[in-house]
């Protein structure tokens, strides 16, 4: 595979974006399946660049372009000259280090750009009037016309949900930067003679906080928590808070015991972590934090703002500071704190090694490869990676349309072989199932009929379905039903092995069914239970159910709250998941755990068992089955006569992409 990285940026000196891209390079190089590696950057970039790299590999090629600084010019030559080299250079793939305006139909192979954060919207300060509007119109042109979006982290992941469409959202997958530091053998701090010091690894743009970690390190020192010798070493390239920065630092009675770096390499820099007593970490918003995962790798003390990407990259190995009016106050506690234990040990973090990494890219450069193959009247060239696409693995099963919803033709059998191969081939996906009352909800909401449209399997949960399914002449079309569908997998030998994580019922309900199941199957792993609320979840509740499943990294999470809303809570959550597969189960916790009586099997033959439900609950279905049933009956007849058309529904988004499994 040929893969091509664009890297043009305006820093002579190493940024967090070209040590992405310098990261990225080497961790692809150490894949034998790739064939080359063009890195693209400024010739004003090549001398920082050119001396961490592997330049005795021949498969790198570090190809520098004359153009001028200005955005202006590196815009223009981005969209104008970028697809004449790729074509040149007959790349495979071109990955961006960061969004940049896009001639999409000027490529002839796939593009990825890989998205660090959303700051022109969440902190726009660090851009200024008016140059914060062109940002986000850049932004948001290059994500639209990219093929897929690699997230550098889930928060940044989740802040594309919020600023941009679903179809853009959708192409949208989480693979975190690469880290493997490099040997720290020199020492940068100027007549530096074994003095302690703080660290601070940040660009001075508004959003790094620099002057909070200036303030912790002046409010330590002058209460005796430190050394009087110790001081404060901020790495980081200049920006617009140099001048607020600087201004603060002569007027804090400590200028003498701060120094500012920028330009040191990264040997330099591993040095700095290797023997700093703290790295400070006070941003206010980020989209990774590259800083605080090298300072684990180095076994640093490390504090850090309370925020989503820290938490989701530090786990618990960080101390965390809230921010706020009292933000001094609470970091100086923390950092008070981690001064007085042992350092720790350096934290093995697999999720961002250069295997992980690679694998993660390549994978989806082959997604893209075996889904966008009629780009050109040839196709793409065969990659021959190791990893083929997860989707090829899956058997394509006859459909039965109902009302415009595509209904997978199968029965309990073929249901449970298309799972098995969809499990071990890691291919994200939910698992919907659909009856009467399903197919009347997606007739009125198109968000319930896109849920259903972007489910990896679709199963007849109702004989009304099944008799459509017959008629259009599957015949072995069968119901699957959802309480039997997960007695099935939990009980079959071809599923042990694999991690459970229930999700659904009232208080006690997931409790109660997670006991009983592990009474009647003892070797179900049924790694944890959660119960969302009746509404939508607050943030903190959605911050926490992500961290649980990040934690726990179930294969298989069942969902069981009423349709529409167990649909669409998949279609939300599934991208942001450490899972594989999500199944809506409806009524089936309820079912298991004795709430809900079954009724015999010629009832459900006989199409009734909603009759059965009724009289069980008829405060809560009396209107549901009155509106639905008639109305259901009424459309079908249209439906089977030829009176009316109903065409089938589209997904509002795309695909979901393979799984990537690690673990820190």
């Known amino acids: 595979m040929k893969i091509l990285l664009a890297a043009v940026a305006a820093s002579a000196h190493m940024s967090g974006v070209s040590r992405h891209a310098v990261n990225l390079a080497r961790c692809l190089l150490a894949n034998a399946d790739v064939s080359s590696v063009h890195l693209v950057v400024g010739e004003w970039q090549f001398e920082s660049i050119k001396g961490v790299l592997p330049t005795e590999d021949v498969r790198l090629q570090i190809q520098k372009v004359s153009i001028g600084r200005s955005s202006l010019d590196r815009n223009l030559w981005f969209y104008g000259q970028l697809p004449i080299l790729a074509a040149m250079l007959e790349a495979d793939i071109v990955h961006l280090a960061y969004p940049v305006p896009l001639n999409r139909n000027a490529f002839h192979c796939p593009t990825v750009v890989t998205l660090h954060d959303l700051y022109p919207y969440d902190i726009p300060d660090n851009f200024g009037f008016p140059k914060v509007l062109f940002n986000r119109i850049i932004l948001q042109q290059c994500l639209k016309s990219v093929d897929a979006i690699s997230c550098v982290s889930d928060s940044t992941r989740r802040a594309l949900a919020i600023h941009t469409s679903s179809a853009t959202s959708e192409k949208a997958v989480t693979i975190y930067n690469c880290v493997e530091p490099a040997p720290n053998l020199a020492g940068p701090i100027p007549a530096w003679s074994g003095e302690p010091f703080l660290l601070c690894v940040a660009q001075h743009r508004r959003n790094k906080n620099v002057v909070l970690a200036i303030q912790v390190f002046r409010s330590l020192l002058l209460r005796g928590e430190i050394s009087p010798q110790a001081r404060l070493v901020v790495v980081g390239i200049t920006g617009p808070e140099t001048p607020r920065i600087r201004q603060f630092?002569?007027?804090?009675?400590?200028?003498?015991?701060?120094?500012?770096?920028?330009?040191?390499?990264?040997?330099?820099?591993?040095?700095?972590?290797?023997?700093?007593?703290?790295?400070?970490a006070p941003s206010l918003i980020e989209g990774f934090g590259l800083p605080v995962v090298e300072g684990m790798f180095h076994g640093c003390r490390i504090v850090c703002s309370d925020i989503p990407a820290f938490r989701e990259i530090g786990g618990s190995y960080c101390h965390y500071a809230s921010l706020g009016p009292d933000a001094e106050q609470s970091f100086s506690d923390a950092a008070r704190l981690a001064l007085r234990r042992v350092r720790p040990g350096a934290s093995a973090t697999g999720l961002f090694s250069g295997v992980s990494v690679a694998d993660a890219s390549l994978q989806l450069y082959s997604n893209l490869y075996s889904g966008r193959s009629v780009r050109t009247e040839g196709g793409y060239p065969d990659?021959?990676?190791?990893?083929?696409?997860?989707?090829?693995?899956?058997?394509?099963?006859?459909k039965a349309h109902v009302l415009g919803i595509a209904i997978d033709a199968v029965n309990m059998d073929q249901a449970l072989a298309k799972i098995a191969q969809q499990l071990q081939s890691h291919s994200k996906g939910y698992v919907c199932l659909c009856g009467v009352h399903g197919i009347m909800e997606a007739q009125r909401d198109r968000k319930v009929a896109s849920a259903f449209a972007g489910a990896s399997l679709v199963v007849p949960d109702g004989m009304p379905i099944v008799w459509v399914g017959r008629h259009q002449g599957n015949s072995e079309m069968e119901r699957v039903a959802g309480p039997d569908l997960m007695l099935e997998v939990i009980r079959r030998e071809q599923f042990r092995g694999y991690k459970h994580f229930l999700c659904g019922g009232k208080d006690g309900v997931a409790a109660e069914l997670r006991d009983q199941l592990l009474s009647k199957y003892p070797w179900v792993q049924i790694v944890g239970i959660h119960t969302p609320p009746f509404g939508p979840m607050s943030s903190v509740e959605e911050e926490e159910f992500l961290a649980t499943i990040r934690r726990l990294q179930p294969d298989i999470v069942w969902i069981g709250i009423s349709t529409p809303k167990q649909e669409r809570f998949m279609e939300r959550y599934l991208p942001l998941l450490d899972t594989t597969l999500m199944f809506g189960v409806g009524a089936a916790f309820d079912f298991h755990t004795g709430r809900l009586s079954d009724c015999a099997e010629w009832i459900k033959l006989a199409g009734l068992q909603w009759f059965h439900?009724?009289?069980?609950?008829?405060?809560?279905?009396?209107?549901?089955?009155?509106?639905?049933?008639?109305?259901?009956?009424?459309?079908?007849?249209?439906?089977?006569?030829?009176?009316?058309?109903?065409?089938?529904?589209?997904?509002?988004?795309?695909k979901v992409r393979r799984r990537e499994r690690s673990s820190i």
């Not at 007027?251 to 790295?279: F, K, T």
């Not at 190791?386 to 058997?395: G, H, L, N």
């Not at 079908?636 to 589209?650: E, H, K, M, V």
């Open 613 to 654: 439900r009724l009289l069980q609950d008829p405060k809560h279905l009396w209107k549901r089955c009155l509106r639905n049933n008639p109305a259901f009956i009424w459309h079908i007849a249209l439906q089977l006569a030829g009176l009316r058309d109903y065409p089938p529904t589209p997904r509002l988004g795309s």
């Open 249 to 280: 630092i002569r007027a804090s009675g400590v200028q003498d015991r701060i120094v500012l770096l920028q330009g040191i390499d990264d040997a330099e820099l591993q040095w700095c972590y290797g023997h700093c007593e703290l790295l400070l």
């Open 383 to 398: 990659f021959s990676i190791r990893k083929t696409s997860s989707m090829d693995a899956i058997v394509k099963t006859p």
